[in-house]
């Protein structure tokens, strides 16, 4: 069975410079011999964590809201090998509804996203792109996921519609980003990484 990455398109522009920036990712994954699958997370009304705790309480497994776009994605999870998650930058973060969807997606279906290797995209006009790179990067590494490097961050510049097409070194990074996804991914297969430790959790007010 062929190696999946599921990758999420956190713009509200369908077609916009993320979904040239993941675009590039996935013609450069099908060489490598691996799938992808783009999830966009639409235009409609997405819901923050409201921290009710009802995922975890009733062992769901996904959020415990399902009127939006963030149990379609846990649905997608099981089948992924692998992550990418795509934003534009607004105001040096991410698009706001793209970290009100992933928040909720690893807290109640963490189980699904552990372990697997990871990586961020972050598309801006001008500036801010690395704080809203990190950003992204931070569920991840709380998740035990491998972070998947390139040459450069993985940033791609441009305004217009799919202009960072032209960004030379930008698709580049896409390309060896996405090479490194498949390598590490094949890799993981028979050796997968080691067992996390039981969770101690410390509170530093007594």
Same mark, same amino acid.
């Given at each position: +069975?062929? #190696? #999946?990455?599921?990758?999420?398109? %956190? =713009?509200? $522009?369908?077609?916009?410079?993320?979904?040239?920036?993941?675009?590039?990712?996935?013609?450069?994954?099908?060489?490598? %011999?691996?799938?992808?699958?783009?999830?966009?997370?639409?235009?409609?009304?997405?819901? *923050?964590?409201?921290?009710?705790?009802?995922?975890? #309480?009733?062992?769901?497994? $996904?959020?415990?809201?399902?009127?939006?776009?963030? &149990? $379609?994605?846990?649905? #997608? !999870?099981?089948?992924?090998?692998?992550?990418?998650? %795509?934003?534009?930058?607004?105001?040096?973060?991410? &698009?706001?509804?793209? !970290?009100?969807?992933?928040?909720?997606?690893?807290?109640?279906?963490?189980?699904?996203?552990? *372990?697997? @290797?990871?990586?961020?995209?972050?598309?801006? $006009?001008? *500036?801010? =792109?690395?704080?809203?790179?990190?950003?992204?990067?931070? @569920?991840?590494?709380? !998740?035990?996921? @491998?972070?998947?490097? =390139?040459?450069?961050?993985?940033?791609?510049? %441009?305004?217009?519609?799919?202009?960072?097409?032209?960004?030379?070194? *930008?698709?580049?990074?896409?390309?060896?980003?996405? /090479?490194? +996804?498949?390598?590490?991914?094949?890799?993981?297969?028979?050796?997968?990484?080691?067992?996390?430790?039981?969770?101690?959790? +410390?509170?530093?007010? /007594?």
């Amino acid at each position: +069975m062929n #190696k #999946k990455v599921l990758m999420v398109n %956190g =713009s509200p $522009r369908q077609n916009g410079n993320t979904a040239r920036a993941l675009k590039e990712v996935a013609d450069a994954l099908a060489k490598e %011999g691996v799938d992808s699958e783009i999830v966009w997370i639409g235009v409609q009304p997405v819901r *923050g964590c409201i921290a009710c705790g009802q995922c975890q #309480k009733k062992n769901l497994g $996904r959020c415990a809201f399902d009127d939006d776009i963030a &149990n $379609r994605i846990v649905e #997608k !999870l099981a089948d992924a090998d692998g992550f990418v998650l %795509g934003s534009p930058t607004y105001y040096g973060q991410p &698009n706001g509804a793209l !970290l009100a969807v992933w928040q909720r997606v690893c807290f109640s279906a963490s189980a699904r996203v552990q *372990g697997k @290797p990871a990586a961020c995209i972050a598309v801006c $006009r001008r *500036g801010g =792109s690395t704080a809203a790179f990190q950003a992204m990067n931070m @569920p991840f590494e709380m !998740l035990n996921c @491998p972070l998947v490097t =390139s040459q450069y961050w993985n940033i791609a510049f %441009g305004r217009a519609e799919g202009e960072c097409g032209a960004d030379t070194e *930008g698709m580049q990074t896409m390309r060896m980003m996405a /090479r490194n +996804m498949a390598w590490l991914i094949k890799s993981l297969k028979d050796n997968p990484p080691p067992a996390r430790e039981l969770w101690q959790p +410390m509170n530093f007010i /007594r």
